[in-house]
């Protein structure tokens, strides 16, 4: 059942492309975004003075990036939080907070707490769920699923690569009806989500660049990802990919921190995984690579294509995704993060599918 592949991780990750076709193709018809039968009514949409997103682990990355994403083209103001932190902090919550869960399981005790919390509150809850029927599904007001398709890995690939999509297709969703975003963007953002699954294959294509490289630093015991904006939610992830399947000590800054601490970390040798794939902010992504390599760093970055040969000057060795609209480019910068992690722990010998300590959901506190 595992495709033939040695693990399910392996197996999931390469299914993602057809995972985004199913998940975004239904949900775009004569360029525009469509969801069937979505109760949330351009009223209420209209009504909504602050968006609440709320998860756990990866499910919490992909609502980083949903904040920049969703403010950006609706101009809500997102606040995220961790699912497990938000019932204890007071969270300023009512009638016109629209909370968002995201959880691939539907089954995460702290996301489905969160959500009773924001119930209790008055707000109205919309929940992103790959598990169709699960808890979190049954309590929501509104779902919309990420027909991903089972997924049995422990770590999440393509889970995390449909809740991004849904979160961008929610995004398009209320900016359109909020008049926020112009429509030649609105078309080509969404011309460019049809490109994505076929782009994601190219990626998926040259899965021994990837394997290469991790044989060149899957010996290291403390790794750093730096990044700014989706970057830095990006870190999170490719950070969080590595530490739970490969064992290695692995820290996410935004690189801008790097000066308030973190650089005092950095010493001849260490692995510092450089995000600059935000073509906004490829010069400080540039300059912050420089930076730790002053300091000794071996820095394995990762671009777009249309930068590579720039990041190349600079940097030790370099990873590239296809160019894509700004919006869209931690869906295709997350592949070979996740390759990179599969590699790394497959060659330190490690459960990749089941790694220690950890359960595919978590239903306790
Ligand atoms: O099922 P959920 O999306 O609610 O799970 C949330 C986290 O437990 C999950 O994303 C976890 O961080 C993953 N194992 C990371 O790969």
Not at 59 to 83: C, D, F, Q, W
Request: proline share 3%.
């Amino acid at each position: 059942e595992k495709g033939g592949y040695e693990h399910f991780m392996f197996k999931e990750i390469m299914e993602q492309p057809e995972a985004l076709r199913r998940c975004i193709f239904p949900r775009i018809k004569d360029n525009q975004v469509y969801f069937e039968d979505f109760g949330l009514s351009e009223d209420y949409i209209r009504s909504i003075s602050k968006i609440y997103i709320v998860a756990c682990g990866s499910s919490y990355h992909v609502g980083m990036v949903g904040k920049y994403n969703i403010e950006r083209l609706t101009r809500k103001p997102v606040e995220v939080a961790l699912a497990s932190e938000f019932r204890y902090m007071s969270p300023i919550v009512d009638e016109n907070t629209l909370v968002v869960a995201i959880s691939q399981s539907g089954e995460t005790l702290d996301t489905m707490a969160a959500l009773r919390e924001a119930k209790r509150l008055g707000a109205k809850v919309l929940s992103i769920v790959n598990v169709v029927g699960s808890s979190i599904a049954r309590e929501s007001d509104e779902v919309l699923y990420t027909w991903a398709g089972p997924e049995i890995a422990v770590a999440t690939t393509k889970a995390y690569s449909t809740q991004m999509a849904v979160i961008d297709l929610l995004a398009l969703y209320f900016a359109r009806i909020l008049g926020t975003v112009e429509q030649t963007e609105y078309e080509t953002v969404l011309q460019e989500m049809l490109l994505l699954p076929g782009k994601m294959e190219t990626i998926l294509s040259h899965t021994d660049t990837v394997q290469y490289l991790a044989s060149q630093y899957f010996n290291h015991d403390s790794v750093f990802f730096i990044g700014r904006n989706v970057d830095y939610a990006l870190g999170l992830e490719g950070s969080l990919k590595l530490k739970e399947i490969s064992y290695i000590h692995s820290e996410a800054y935004a690189s801008g921190e790097l000066k308030h601490g973190t650089i005092s970390l950095i010493e001849n040798g260490t692995l510092v995984v450089a995000l600059g794939t935000y073509s906004k902010l490829f010069d400080k992504a540039m300059s912050n690579v420089v930076e730790v390599k002053a300091r000794g760093a071996d820095v394995l970055a990762l671009t777009t294509q249309s930068h590579r040969d720039e990041m190349a000057q600079t940097a030790n060795a370099v990873m590239t995704i296809p160019d894509t609209h700004d919006l869209l480019l931690p869906s295709l910068g997350v592949v070979p993060l996740q390759l990179f992690a599969y590699y790394v722990a497959l060659m330190r010998g490690c459960d990749i599918d089941k790694p220690r300590n950890l359960a595919k959901s978590v239903t306790v506190e």
